[in-house]
């Protein structure tokens, strides 16, 4: 007869379950095992790169610099959850425009 499982074995359960972990990892070590790569690590990243979230922007930050001409510029840098981590992701730069709008 088994014991009770503790409240963290059950949290730990449910996490496993609810997203269906087992089951994924047990066909990719079988795809593996299968295909026999001189690079399993690679393979493995790379099959479970595929189940990753996709990135989600979380933070961007902006500034006004000023253009080598003197022109206010405005530049932006955006950082991403990439692969369960926040990362450092693009920065790009435009010119502040000289339009204007009238009524």
Known sequence: MSAAMTPE??????????HNLA?????IVNKLCKRRSDDPFGFLSSKLHTLAAPPVITKVDGREIFSSTGLPTVQVDVYCKVDDMVRFVASGCAAASSSSSSS
């Open 9 to 18: 074995a059950r949290e730990i359960m449910a996490y496993l379950k609810k």
């Open 23 to 27: 089951e994924q990892l047990n066909m």
